[in-house]
């Protein structure tokens, strides 16, 4: 975060890998190497501008009211009941649609920049509901495994939304990421269509299993069972075919010694746990 005079700050918000395989809608963590910049100016009257967006394509609204940072910075200034207003100027530099949280990114570096702008800046508790409507508009779901870990920091769970409580996780030493980014976009609101409401409780049993174990691992700094738990049975099979060669990426990523590898968020970008850096990069 970089506050530039009395009137504008600047905060930029990493990408995030959301889900990580067995914590679907609830665990995540940041990836530092991409991320949105938002800069925001206070202004008169209690409104929210959208100067420019760079870097983002035709297909970000410029009408704050829909706009993920936009809708964001709304819902503070009615929730804190603030009498003037903010303009924003963003830079993206998540791919659209890439499922490494770019719409929870916008709305975490904007909503940090705007906090920095008033007289007594709010915990994060109180930031992280306006993220999550960005992420409702955004995808028609207020999930906040992208959102948290982007303004928390750290490999977290959220516990809950209302309350928000986030709580996070010890990584293991030696945990690295790779996340490959394939060159085509696929729609949150997509991805998650192609889950059906209801799922079988033997999945659920299964899931919960291997998320347990996935949080007793991180807490263990034990990589071998860390791998063993990292398999999504509940929603990776059913949003698979929506990512074309993710089948035969996924097979490459664990003959090259990845601890586990599956869909980053809601896809088409793929992530996989790996003990150490060198076999990140295998
Ligand atoms: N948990 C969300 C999903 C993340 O998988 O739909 C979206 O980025």
Redesign the pocket.
């Known amino acids: 975060m970089e506050r530039t005079g009395s009137n504008f700050a600047a905060a930029r918000a990493p990408a995030?890998v959301?889900?990580v395989a067995v914590g679907?809608?609830?665990l995540?963590f940041p990836v530092d190497a991409v991320g949105d910049t938002v800069r925001v100016e206070r202004m008169d009257g209690p409104t929210v501008l959208i100067d420019s967006i760079e870097d983002g394509g035709a297909a970000i609204p410029m009408d704050a009211a829909a706009n993920t940072a936009g809708v964001a910075l709304l819902g503070l200034i009615r929730a804190e009941g603030l009498g003037h207003g903010f303009r924003l100027r963003i830079r993206k530099g998540i791919p659209l649609s890439s499922?490494m949280?770019g719409?929870?990114a916008s709305s975490v570096a904007a909503l940090v920049a705007a906090n920095a702008l008033l007289e007594t800046p709010l915990p994060p508790e109180r930031l992280l509901p306006h993220a999550l409507a960005g992420?409702e508009l955004a995808?028609g779901?207020p999930?906040g495994?992208?959102a948290a870990p982007c303004l928390y920091g750290g490999l977290v769970i959220l516990r809950s939304t209302e309350p928000v409580e986030v709580v996070r996780l010890p990584v293991p030493r030696g945990l690295c990421v790779a996340l490959v980014h394939p060159h085509r976009e696929l729609d949150?609101r997509t991805?998650?269509g192609a889950?059906p409401r209801d799922l079988p409780l033997r999945d659920y049993v299964a899931q919960s299993a291997r998320l347990a174990a996935f949080v007793a691992s991180c807490f263990m700094d034990d990589l071998a069972l860390m791998s063993r738990s990292l398999e999504d049975v509940l929603?990776e099979p059913r949003?698979a075919s929506l990512v074309p060669a993710f089948a035969a990426v996924k097979r490459a990523a664990l003959k090259a010694g990845a601890l586990g590898c599956s869909?980053?968020?809601?896809?088409p970008s793929v992530f996989a746990l790996c003990d150490g850096i060198v076999s990140a990069r295998r």
């Open positions: 995030t959301a889900n679907f809608d609830v995540g499922g949280g719409s929870a992420e995808s779901s999930h495994d992208n949150t991805s998650r889950l929603v949003r869909l980053s968020g809601s896809g």
